[in-house]
């Protein structure tokens, strides 16, 4: 059935495709991975800081709660600078179906800007709290509501740009944008994939922070091991989402995702990738934290951020193809020398992400070491040897 997308711009594109995608996917999967570290990492905070704050708590939970809440307002730089190129990439792409939605829920998609500095300044609020030893489990739990409520607007906007078939009663019920649908039966199961999916990665975060934070070896090993708990059982729970996802799907784009080779490729292999994860985070448990568990936990969650960033796509183009968006059909003039150069400055770009990483990575952080005096006991001074 053929439904009155908007008609593309008359300006072909400058590049091909295949190349909007691969870079779409990319960066994409990166923001993803900062996402979830973000989703999952501040609830994991809420709690760590709620028991270490108690009197009697054992000091590496305090620690721990800190360490990882002075990273939050890094991962979000991360969060907002990785998610910058895909939207444009998708916008080249996709624009008309996107621009219809956003505006369709204007007012939602518009207030993402004012959420995200609310929540941008209570990272730096938790991460202060955290460091004195102070409670500071009620604000991130209001910022972690927060951030969902973005995330809700996200899985919204980039389910509502495939329903052109609701565009029209939407905008008779609420030219303004104020509506924000909850009648799309695929939605919610791709919001609660992403949220169950933050504790997890965060729990491979954890893994990952407890040999490369600088961490004292009690902490580092207190780290590890909850992480690994929390990611086991979290990327357990995420295959059943992601299976939520599949089912919620209308028949004919089942069909084709498990007919099309790319779709079953990169299904199957996010679901050994994860279940790679699950093993990898249940040897976290039992051993003491390494470099190699880090540096392999890191990889794999990369990885399987990007099967499931292409599988995601192909839902997305299958749902639209159906509805008579074909993607590829575009009219292109490829300006060689400009795609040269983006791609040496893209690149460029992400070696200096990768040095800025190293770089806080061997910075000696004043306060991993640094104690506040209230609580420089025996065992403190144990713990920071
Ligand atoms: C804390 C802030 C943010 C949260 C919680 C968030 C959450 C999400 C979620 C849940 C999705 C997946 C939605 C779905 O497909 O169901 C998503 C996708 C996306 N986000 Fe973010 N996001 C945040 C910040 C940003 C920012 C600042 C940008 C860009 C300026 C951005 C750009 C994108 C893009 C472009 C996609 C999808 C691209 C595609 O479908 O090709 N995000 N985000």
Known sequence: ????????????????????????????????????????????????????????????????????????????????????????????????????????????????????????????????????????????????????????????????????????????????????????????????????????????????????????????????????KIAAVFFLLQLGAAYWVFLAQPDIVKEQLTSQSLYLITGYGWIVLTVALIALSAVAIVRKPSLFLSWSGASVVLLSMLTMVLYRDGIRDITLLVKGFDVWDRNIVTNWSVVAIFLVLFVVGLGVIGWLLSVVMRSKEEGEIKLNPSFATESTKEITK
């Open 1 to 228: 059935m053929n439904y009155p997308f908007p008609v593309p711009d008359p300006i072909p594109l400058p590049a091909p495709v295949w190349l909007f995608k691969i870079l779409n996917v990319v960066t994409l999967g990166l923001h993803f991975v900062a996402l979830e570290i973000l989703i999952g990492g501040l609830l994991i905070v809420a709690i760590l800081n709620y028991f270490g704050t108690k009197s009697g708590a054992s000091l590496e939970v305090n620690r721990a709660a800190s360490l990882m809440a002075r990273r939050l307002p890094i991962v979000m730089t991360y969060v907002i600078n990785l998610g910058v190129p895909p939207l444009l990439f998708t916008q080249v792409l996709y624009g008309q179906a996107l621009y219809t939605s956003s505006v369709l829920i204007g007012l939602w998609w518009i207030s993402v800007i004012a959420i995200l500095m609310l929540a941008y300044w209570l990272l730096y609020k938790i991460a202060e709290r955290t460091e004195e030893n102070r409670s500071a489990w009620h604000l991130t739990i209001g910022t972690w509501l927060l951030i969902g409520l973005i995330a809700r607007i996200y899985a919204t906007n980039f389910t509502l740009m495939l329903r052109p078939e609701d565009w029209q009663s939407l905008y008779e019920n609420s030219a303004l944008g104020t509506m924000l649908p909850m009648n799309d039966p695929t939605t919610t199961p791709r919001w609660v994939t992403m949220l169950t999916g933050g504790f997890a990665v965060a729990g491979v975060w954890m893994i990952w922070l407890s040999t490369t934070s600088r961490a004292s070896e009690t902490v580092g090993a207190y780290l590890s091991k909850l992480g690994g």
